[in-house]
């Protein structure tokens, strides 16, 4: 049986460094190439010498596929295509293309410039990186090769995440990425059609939650927002750049325009213009409301949302400010918020998740003195606020794509280990198919059972059309002759007749002829007349003739009579039939076998 | 055929006129007829190869055929057809055949054999099912005729089989359109080899190609059926399950179609019972139908979305709890398996499960729970609206909207639990959205009392800047009830602020605070002291009687006062004073209260305080009453006449005053009174005695009262809403006198019978029109001065001018005054310009030759169509005048029978020197022709049958001045160089 092979390299049981190695139909993909977080050392990537020890991964990938531009899922990227080694196709969308390469350079900078790491990936490397990339449309179909086929189906959760779906013959793999099932201010929801795929890779970071309405959200957001600028305070939202920042964006200057508010709200620069440029230009991506409006007014050119200056941070009055990093771990962010914690007027809102160990985690779990370096300490006054705004379908949409896309099989990565085991039990009872969860390294192997194409000759379908009806009916399977034939890799039913001429064959006939003796008193041509009406009897709705050469045809099948030697009243039929008859005759030799009925005239 | 009925009762009515006019089209037609469809023949023979065909096929079907002859053309094309060996010119002759069996006059059953017949032969498969539409139009053209109905069916379900998708769609609609239920068929099917034709009724025959193998074909069966559902047929209960199974097919289209067949079918069979698969279990059927459409809200594709959005609405059978469950997407339970988990799974989840997302570290994991008892996706209709209202599209989201109010509005229960719901969309990003989810709320508000965390999070919106939401919102304050008077204080705070930060919002905001008083007083009463700033033993200060603020505070508490006696001890004496001075400038906001120690100020509150119905019963007494006596008008002397009909007017006028539920009718009837003074009047001057050339200046009044009659006329007929053909025929009348009255004055002061003799023949044309248009109103016309005119008629139209006139004029001095009788409801259109107000004393400055754009906003009501008939007129000092028509979405609908006009007129003009008034007003357009244009576009519906109708009477178009007119000072400067 032919199977699918899935190994996570990364992104296994685990959030952080998405790479998912698929072989599928003799191929093999890399899904993502992501970092981790978390780690500052060798596990920061994926385990690429799993793959190969030693050499370049060319020969072992038929292709690369990018889900989005979020370093954990395409941090890896230029470590892996030139300091390991790969020069096949890299597919991402265009969005992600454009903007892929900026967070790329960023995360360099930080990492280089700041932190003084050597042997690392070089802009220049990234930038050959890119050459290799092949850009994507939604829902185009892409052939990698003769038999590979990739379709890229929209994600939302950011600009130009895309879900993949996979083919190779008849076996096919969908490949999520990270994806949001209702939509937000600036992107609609993923969507994918019902492709039936034997495996559905989805991610599963909100495996055991249901979230809010979005609105309840977004309402309490700007409810908190508006009560500290009425009150004169400052509001602090600590954000990556790209991605919720922007939703964010939206959302408070239509909250603005809509209510004539006039406090300013500032972006923390750096590579959000650049970013914003790119969601800008790249409206056929957004949601119903940005890509009908844009006409009028693009939504990314936002008016009352400023570029920030550091001196801003002390002028008096309220205002609102976006700063990155979002979990104020470091940079912009922590510097305001060490000015404006103080003060318990202002406020900070926290609008995602927070990992463990930064400031934005101590202060949500309710730490109200930090330390900070030089054994100073903060007192937080200002109030904290957190509000989800995180773009991962929650347990209710995972189970709705599921339900879209009816896979045979789920296989679950990015979440913990903990919350999928539940969501796997869920799945399992609710849809009735396998869910796995294998974690990094694991190879977890899905046989299929790939439906087998054959082509019909017309003729023949003709032919059986013309003897059962037209329509093919469900309640009723038919059976049909015909000849398989398998040549060069492909199949073909035909005829009995053309195989025979296609392969230079004669036809032979089969025939089965036996011997039934039968005790009768009567006289040749009697005793055959009797068998005729017998036969009549029994066999309605067959063609029974009664040849002037003293035979009785049934069908094609052929009875003759002929009286032994010794004894007159032994009769011996003679019955023959031909092989696609074998079921009549068998039939009405048993039949005979039991002597004809007394009581026959 | 309205048109040809009306014409062929003319015809008896006025033979002498009308006879010539008719012959001359018939004889046209006749000559026509045998030319069109030789031409054709013609055409078709000499056409040598298939393309030419086509051409002459194409251009023929450009032109109409009559009714005579479409059976002779049928039989060329029908003749043709056999013949033709191309496929698209047999398509395009069977498609004729369809447009021509649509003939009207033509009854296609004569072709029913030959269509048959030639289906029969047909091979192509285009072509068949072109033929098979065309005998749908047929079977359509004939609901009456059961044989061919029969026939028809036989041959939908031979071909029924047939392996183009397109023929088997065609067959299905012919099934659906003409299926019957009490004619059992039999169904055609040798070639599956059936054991014997099994009697099947249409809907069996229909429902095995649910599952067909083509979308489009499942698609048309599903249509088929539920175009026997409307037909009126009863749908068979055992469709359900194949109906459920389409829900979930690839395709969107059966999709949608079968949402609407399962719900179809749940508003047939609501209270059977379903059993639950997997369990053993029932439920009823519009509980699980409802479950399964619930289920298609969070479908694939937002066509199918919408519509199962929409559907939902329209389930009001559905239990309670069902209903409650598509508002909770946390619930999880299994409920259709195990009913008494229900609570057990509810309590899982708030026992912690599930994180909501709103709070930082509440999914962190905890002990096991239960997981059997808890199901993702709940096979019930969890969160549906949920889903719904958070949708991507738009339009989705106003669909659950909708569906939303409808379910709330029979279910008090559901109102309550769909708030938080309907606040939140107060938030969406499209402001169509928002105004909906506002109305909504609105429209179930009486369902409601507002906690006041919820009537918080409604009034943030009051700082909109959208008018439309806030002038939404201030009608929803007008009909919520709040609970404490924190809430009260509350919504005073902001709509003050609003106030504030939105002036114009002004009367928007007080009506909003009048209505909340009313419905509070309770909860008013102890605010009281508070917001009148009173101290038990220190005097305030007097508050500014012109701060808006201080008014709608003032509205607030004396609405609240009205229901609350005792609140008046509570009010200092300015407060007093106030109430006088804003009852008597704010008389709509302000109601009359009974003040100790205080006199009413006016006999008018009695009149209204006392009210409730009796009065108004009163007043229609009095106002029938007055008819009445003026009815006897005729046999008093000439100045008693006039003295009854002047007091009556007055006594009338004054009523509507007085009533405003009778206003409308007091109105109508005060004009109606003084169109027949006026007429009175100008009969009786001595002119009439006068030897004509003496009275040539004399008839001036005459002259000019004959024209304020006319106008006069057109303001009752279109100015008032209500009215029956019966008052249209009466004021009809009264402008026909008016005219007859003209006629009568001209011919008397001008000189020559030229005109005179264009005037006669346009006024027995006016007649004509007027006996064709009330035909049915001439029995009540009695002894009027149309009957004795009509009576005379064949004597009129053969006599000469001269003689018409001196007819006429006794005739009208002979005839009496028609008796008014009113109808039950009779409204006058009425605007109210409320910005701008005309109070500014600052100029509006431009620059001369530039426009300027000023900010209209007005209220109208009860006016019909008035993206149409409302314009607004400018008049220049300089005497010019502009009338500019509003854009149709600049009015906006507020409310039944009132609409609201936000708009911006344009100005502009050359340098003045001073600043100058500007009058606006808004006019009412009308054209008389829009009650005689049914016939006359009827007829121009045959083009070039150039049959020679008489003209339709020139259409009168003018305008009536239906609202106060407002002064804008402006000043246009002299551009700098």
Known sequence: MPEIKVTPLGAGQDVGRSCILVSIGGKNIMLDCGMHMGYNDDRRFPDFSYITQNGRLTEFLDCVIISHFHLDHCGALPYMSEMVGYDGPIYMTHPTKAICPILLEDFRKITVDKKGETNFFTSQMIKDCMKKVIPLNLHQTVQVDDELEIKAYYAGHVLGAAMVHIKVGSESVVYTGDYNMTPDRHLGAAWIDKCRPDILISESTYATTIRDSKRCRERDFLKKVHETIERGGKVLIPVFALGRAQELCILLETFWERMNLKAPIYFSTGLTEKANHYYKLFITWTNQKIRKTFVQRNMFEFKHIKAFDRSYADNPGPMVVFATPGMLHAGQSLQIFKKWAGNEKNMVIMPGYCVQGTIGHKILNGQRKLEMEGRATLDVKLQVEYMSFSAHADAKGIMQLIRMAEPRNMLLVHGEAAKMEFLKGKIEQEFNINCYMPANGETETVTTNPSVPVDISLNLLKREMALGGPLPDTKKPRTMHGTLIMKENSLRLVSPEQALKELGLNEHQLRFTCRVQLQDPHSDSDTLHRIYTHLKSVLKGYTIQHLPDSTVMVESIVIKLSSSAEDPNTKVLLLSWSYQDEDLGSFLSTLLKKGLPSGLC | ?977
Not at chain 2, 99 to 124: A, R, W
Not at chain 2, 134 to 161: D, F, M, W, Y
Not at chain 2, 519 to 539: A, G, K, N
């Open chain 2, 1 to 977: 055929m309205a048109a040809h009925l009306k014409k062929r009762v003319y015809e008896e009515f006025s033979k002498v006129v009308q006879i010539p006019h008719e012959e001359v089209p018939a004889k046209k037609l006749r000559l026509s007829k045998p030319s069109k469809s030789a031409a054709l023949h013609v055409d078709l023979c000499k056409a040598t190869n298939s393309t030419d065909a086509l051409q002459y096929l194409l251009q023929f079907a450009r032109k109409p055929v009559e009714a005579e002859s479409v059976e002779g053309v049928v039989r060329i094309l029908l003749e043709h057809y056999y013949k033709e060996t191309d496929n698209s010119v047999r398509l395009k002759i069977a498609s004729l055949l369809g447009l021509l069996s649509k003939t009207q006059g033509f009854s296609p059953d004569c072709i029913v054999d030959d269509v048959i017949s030639t289906l029969n032969n047909e091979k192509s498969h285009q072509v068949l099912v072109q033929l098979l539409d065309t005998l749908l139009v047929i079977g359509t053209q004939l609901p009456e005729n059961p044989a061919v109905r029969q026939r028809l069916i036989e041959v939908a379900c031979k071909h029924l089989s047939d392996t183009y998708f397109g023929v088997r769609i065609k067959c299905l609609q012919l099934l659906g359109c003409l299926g019957t239920v009490d004619a059992p068929l039999t169904k055609d099917n040798e070639g599956q080899g059936m054991s014997t034709g099994g009697v099947r009724d249409v809907q069996n025959v229909i429902s095995d190609y649910f599952g067909d193998q083509d979308p489009r074909v499942r698609t048309a069966a599903i249509k088929a059926m539920l175009q026997l559902h409307e037909r009126g047929m009863k749908i068979h209960q055992i469709i359900y399950d194949q109906a459920c199974r389409l829900l979930s097919d690839d395709y969107e289209q059966v999709r949608s179609a079968a949402v609407q067949m399962v719900w179809v079918l749940s508003q047939l069979y609501p209270e059977s019972i379903v059993p639950i698969p997997s369990s053993n279990e029932e439920i009823r059927l519009v509980d699980d139908s409802f479950g399964k459409i619930s289920h298609m809200v969070s479908d694939g594709s937002w066509m199918v979305r919408v519509q199962a959005a929409k559907t939902l609405g329209s389930m009001l059978q559905v239990s309670p709890h069902f209903l409650e469950q598509t508002l909770d997407k946390k619930l999880m339970s299994d409920l259709r398996r195990k009913r008494t988990a229900h609570e057990r799974a509810k309590e899982l989840y708030t026992s912690g499960e599930f994180s909501s997302g709103r709070k930082w570290a509440d999914d962190a994991p905890k002990e096991k729970v239960d997981t059997n008892a808890v199901n993702l996706i709940a096979s019930g209709a969890c969160g549906a609206f949920v889903h719904g209202l958070e949708d991507e599209m738009y339009e989705v989201r106003i669909a659950a909207v909708e569906a939303l109010c409808l379910l709330a509005r029979s279910s008090p229960s559901f109102a309550e639990k769909c708030l938080d719901f309907l606040v939140d969309m107060f938030n969406d990003e499209i402001e169509e959205v928002r105004l909906q989810s506002i109305h909504v709320l609105r429209e179930i508000s009486t369902h409601i009392t507002l906690r006041e965390d919820q009537l918080d999070t409604v009034l943030a919106v009051l700082e909109d800047s959208s008018r439309d939401i806030r002038e939404a919102l201030h009608e929803l304050l007008c009909y919520t009830n709040v609970s404490t008077k924190e809430c009260i204080q509350l919504a005073l705070l902001e709509l003050l602020k609003n106030l504030n930060k939105y002036p114009t919002d002004r009367n928007s905001v007080w009506k909003c605070l009048k209505f909340l008083g009313s419905r509070h007083p309770t909860l008013v009463l102890p605010l009281v002291p508070e917001l009148l700033s009173t101290h038990p033993y220190f005097d305030t200060p007097e508050p500014d009687m012109d701060d808006p603020a201080y008014i709608a505070v003032l509205v607030l508490v004396f609405n609240a006062a009205k229901s609350c006696p005792t609140m008046p001890a509570l009010f200092s004496d300015h407060t007093f004073r106030h109430y006088a001075y804003l009852r008597d400038s704010l008389s709509h906001l302000v109601p009359p209260l009974r003040l100790p120690g205080r006199k009413p100020l006016y006999g008018l509150d009695s009149v209204d305080s006392g009210g409730g119905s009796g009065s108004v019963e009163a007043a229609h007494l009095f106002l029938q009453q007055s008819l009445n006596r003026v009815s006897t008008v005729q046999n008093l002397e000439a100045p008693g006449a006039q003295d009854l009909l002047d007091f009556t007017i007055r006594d009338l006028q004054r009523l509507g005053q007085l009533q405003p539920e009778l206003a409308g009718a007091a109105d109508f009837s005060a004009t109606y009174l003084r169109c027949q003074l006026l007429l009175m009047k100008a009969l009786q001057e001595k002119l009439w005695n006068m030897a004509v050339p003496l009275c040539l200046k004399q008839n001036a009044t005459a002259t000019a009262a004959a024209r304020q009659i006319l106008e006069e006329t057109y303001k009752l007929e279109f100015l008032y809403s209500g009215l029956e053909s019966r008052q249209v025929a009466t004021i009809h009348h009264v402008r026909l006198q008016a005219k007859a009255l003209q006629l009568v004055l001209t011919a008397r002061t001008r000189r020559g019978l030229e005109p005179l003799i264009g005037s006669c023949e346009k006024f027995l044309q006016d007649v004509e029109s007027f006996q064709r248009l009330f035909l049915t109103e001439l029995p009540h016309l009695q002894d009027s001065f149309v009957e004795k005119l009509l009576e005379l008629m064949p004597r009129l139209s053969s006599c000469k001018p001269a003689e018409l006139v001196k007819i006429l004029q006794t005739t009208l001095r002979q005839s009496g005054l028609l008796q008014l009788r009113l109808p039950e409801q009779i409204h006058r259109a009425t605007a109210t310009i409320i910005e701008p107000t005309g109070e500014s004393d600052n100029p509006l400055r431009f620059t001369s030759g530039l426009v300027v754009a000023l900010d209209l906003d007005a209220t109208l009501e009860h006016v019909q169509d008035p993206q149409n008939t409302v314009k607004v007129q400018l008049l220049y000092p300089d005497g010019q005048s502009h009338v500019i028509q509003p854009r149709p979405g600049d009015f906006r609908k507020p409310g039944p029978h009132r609409h609201r006009l936000i708009t911006q007129v344009y100005l502009s003009h050359t340098a003045w020197t001073e600043p100058c008034q500007v009058e606006v007003r808004l006019l009412l357009a009308y054209s008389s022709s829009s009650s005689s244009s049914s016939s006359s576009s009827s007829k121009a519906g045959w083009s070039d049958s150039t049959d020679s109708l008489p003209p339709p009477e020139a259409a009168i178009e003018g305008t009536i001045p239906f609202s106060k007119s407002v002064k804008v000072f402006i000043m246009p400067k002299p551009a700098r160089r």
